[in-house]
């Protein structure tokens, strides 16, 4: 509630994301091999939690905060994670600075519908940069504003920047009830945008 007060427009939920949605968000989370899986706006560490559960000893877990209050809390809770206090739209220079290329997965954690609609398409072409051909973007809305022209301009970045986007069952055991958006197959950023394969499933 504090970080929300002092921050609406980064900070857009009250209450942590529950069990049942942060396994949903990170199903597609490798579970063997030496993935790089990189978390944006980790925030209270929900999702955080969720991530270091699905990855063996080889995988590499970087998660990138805003909130220097967040990031201390994230730091001292996992100390495994290497975390980055800065702003996502920098993700690709994030990466570069570490020694990596693109992420295998991307989780996120952004509260999208308070974001500009500038910051939104920045965000999303940070996130197409950094991510590997063959991997996996997921971030989650809630079922309430399914229909909200915030939550429509989002499922058209979406369908513009990959082409598919499968729309996840309603968490019901969240509150408020929330669902998941699996994203595959990244395009260019000069790719023209054609039809998209959408379904409703899971991941």
């Known amino acids: 509630m504090r970080e929300f007060l002092r ?5 857009a939920a009250l209450t942590p994301s529950g069990r ?3 396994e949903a968000v990170t199903a597609t989370v490798p ?3 030496a993935p790089l899986v990189v978390e944006l706006g980790p925030g209270t560490g929900a ?3 969720a991530i270091q559960r699905r990855l ?8 990138v905060e805003i909130n220097a209050r967040f990031a201390e809390r994230l730091a001292a809770r996992y100390p495994r994670v290497d975390l980055a206090v800065a702003d996502a739209r ?3 220079d994030i990466l570069t600075q570490r020694g990596h290329d693109r992420a295998d997965a991307i989780v996120s954690g952004l509260p999208w519908a308070a974001f ?3 910051r939104q398409d920045d965000l999303l072409d940070a996130v197409t940069a950094g991510l590997a051909t063959h991997g996996v973007f997921t971030t989650f809305a809630y079922a309430h504003t399914r229909w909200t022209p915030p939550a429509r301009r989002l499922r058209r970045l979406l369908r513009a920047r990959f082409a598919e986007v499968v729309p996840g069952r309603t968490v019901w055991a969240n509150l408020p009830p929330a669902f998941v958006y699996y994203c595959r197959h990244p395009r260019p950023a000069t790719a023209p945008t054609g039809p998209t394969n959408e379904r409703v499933g899971r991941p």
């Open 31 to 33: 579970r063997d091999g």
């Open 47 to 49: 999702f955080t939690a």
């Open 20 to 22: 049942p949605l942060s």
């Open 7 to 11: 921050a609406p427009f980064t900070v």
């Open 56 to 63: 063996t000893a080889g995988g590499r877990h970087l998660a």
């Open 116 to 118: 500009a609609p500038d």
């Open 90 to 92: 920098g993700l690709r």
